[in-house]
């Protein structure tokens, strides 16, 4: 088995991607934006709040450019059987 991982910093995202479980569509979020999009690109319906502020929070992302003490990143871990 062979595991994977990409890390990706905050700082440096450049979207979020969002995939509609109804139609499949995908919709990417410019991180950089201050618009808040809160329905899918494809069919139009509403992502649900609690999607919706998890996504505003990702995006605050500035107040991490002052701390030089920590670097923050996400990780996603593949594995291959």
């Not at 910093?9 to 991180?31: H, Q, W, Y």
């Not at 609690?50 to 593949?78: A, F, H, P």
């Amino acid at each position: 088995m062979i595991e994977k991982r990409c890390k990706i910093d905050l700082r440096d995202a450049t979207f979020i991607s969002v995939e509609c479980k109804r139609c499949k569509g995908e919709t990417n979020i410019p991180m950089q934006t201050h618009k808040n999009i809160e329905l899918c690109g494809i069919c139009g319906v509403h992502f649900g709040q609690q999607t919706v502020d998890y996504i505003r929070n990702l995006k605050r992302t500035t107040m991490l450019e002052d701390n030089e003490d920590v670097k923050v990143s996400l990780v996603s871990v593949e594995v291959e059987s």
